[in-house]
């Protein structure tokens, strides 16, 4: 059994930052590929980042130079730094985990296991 608890969400303006957080437990975590994925209304959810179990990050490109994914395996919990924000990053964000070492798509089909979701909230 897999759990994923997501918080951090909120409001902020234009240009702010935020920093997610998602709590990971139920399984040896070091053995999974992460990732952090948005849905705003009407739009399909769409990878944002994703890290390994080695490491290796992968960025969607509206967002690389501007957010960062992290882990620290000994708390067990994956971080995602967003900086310089925009309305267009208004959406729920979700902490989603998959079997296996390494992360070959950031397509959101690939992964099994998800969190319930913080709200981003960009005001312009």
């Known amino acids: 059994q897999v759990q994923l608890v997501e918080s951090g969400g909120g409001e902020v303006q234009a240009g702010g930052a935020l920093r997610l957080s998602c709590a990971a437990s139920?399984?040896?975590?070091?053995?999974?590929?992460m990732g952090w994925f948005r849905q705003a209304p009407g739009n399909e959810r769409e990878g944002v980042a994703t890290?390994?179990?080695?490491?290796?990050?992968r960025y969607a490109d509206s967002v690389k130079g501007r957010f960062t994914i992290s882990k620290d395996s000994a708390k067990n919990t994956l971080y995602l730094q967003m900086n310089s924000l925009k309305a267009e990053d208004t959406a729920m964000y979700y902490c989603a985990a998959r079997e296996g070492e390494y992360c070959y798509s950031i397509d959101p089909i690939d992964f099994g296991y998800w969190g319930q979701g913080t709200q981003v909230t960009v005001s312009s």
């Open positions: 139920g399984y040896t975590y070091s053995l999974y590929c």
């Open positions: 890290i390994d179990s080695g490491g290796s990050t």
